[in-house]
């Protein structure tokens, strides 16, 4: 099986079992820093063993902590990363990372459990996997010709065969989009960092639900050129043989890209946004999102991480 071909599955599992859905949205992984230190020591997740505690080669640009421990969950692939013994003074006393099972994500329970200790925590970086069905269609190709991540462009220099990514590590936000082979899903990660959050008021994990309005449709969304208006339009402007030839070139551009799209009638066409459409996968994510955030959402009676 190549890189980009996904083991299609049935949507439907058997008689009176509901239909799979055509978008599931996962915590992926987490990362939060924990300010002041903690009066019994560093953080003990419940439900997790120890596997490793050693000593960090520094990478980068500066040296940050200089140990970490490392665990591993007793019911699933959930792992989590402890740093501390920072080596400069703006760091928090330690930086806890999380990253949930490839079938799951980081569950509540999960979160409740790992951050027990620690209920003074700042988020620094939320990234959610949405993983489309094989049924939905949606591919690399897809995605080219029909994604939005709000300002977040291709790099070119980070595509490899099956895999895409938008925007960088010192933006707002990070998207990679590939393959989930472990899963036979289509898997669109996005990962967001402090600056993103700040700007949103996400500093706890009560705040996460809060992300749900701030990434849709900014910052993920699916687009479909309406052709069919569109050619009207230019046929009215610049007769039948001129339109044709724009139309001709403009869908050549859409299976390179949307925005590539986009550029070349601009030059043509004024606002071209008002020939776009909704494709029916927005609704798809946007159901999951409202799914996900209430299994994630935390009420006020909840005792471990309601300050």
């Not at 902590?65 to 692939?77: D, E, I, L, P, T």
């Amino acid at each position: 099986m190549s890189a980009t071909q996904l083991p299609l599955t049935p949507m439907v599992t058997s008689p009176g079992v509901q239909m799979e859905e055509a978008c599931q949205v996962r915590l992926d992984r987490l990362i939060v820093g924990v300010p002041e230190a903690l009066a019994e020591g560093l953080p003990e997740p419940r439900g997790f063993k120890r596997i490793a505690d050693y000593r960090i080669r520094p990478q980068g640009k500066f040296a940050t902590y200089a140990r970490v421990q490392k665990f591993k969950s007793k019911r699933n692939a959930c792992q989590v990363s402890i740093q501390y013994k920072p080596r400069a003074p703006w760091l928090p006393w330690c930086r806890i990372t999380m990253i949930g099972d490839d079938r799951t994500g980081l569950t509540l329970e999960e979160l409740k459990s790992i951050l027990a200790d620690c209920p003074d925590h700042r988020i620094s970086l939320v990234e959610l996997a949405f993983d489309f069905h094989p049924d939905t269609l949606v591919d690399e190709s897809f995605v080219l010709s029909n994604c939005r991540f709000g300002k977040a462009r291709l790099n070119k220099k980070r595509r490899a065969t099956g895999y895409l990514r938008y925007g960088g590590r010192g933006s707002p936000k990070l998207v990679r989009c590939y393959p989930k082979l472990e899963i036979g899903r289509y898997r669109v990660e996005l990962e967001t960092h402090s600056v993103f959050l700040r700007k949103r008021k996400i500093n706890t994990i009560v705040d996460l639900p809060k992300i749900v309005d701030a990434l849709y449709p900014d910052h993920i969304s699916f687009r479909a050129m309406k052709w069919k208006k569109l050619e009207a339009y230019l046929r009215r402007r610049y007769g039948k043989v001129r339109a044709a030839e724009l139309i001709d070139q403009a869908r050549e551009c859409a299976d390179v890209s949307l925005r590539r799209a986009t550029r070349f009638l601009s030059k043509s066409v004024y606002n071209v946004h008002r020939f776009w459409g909704s494709e029916a996968t927005n609704r798809d994510v946007r159901n999951a999102l409202k799914r996900w955030a209430s299994d994630i959402a935390v009420t006020d009676s909840d005792p471990v991480l309601v300050q």
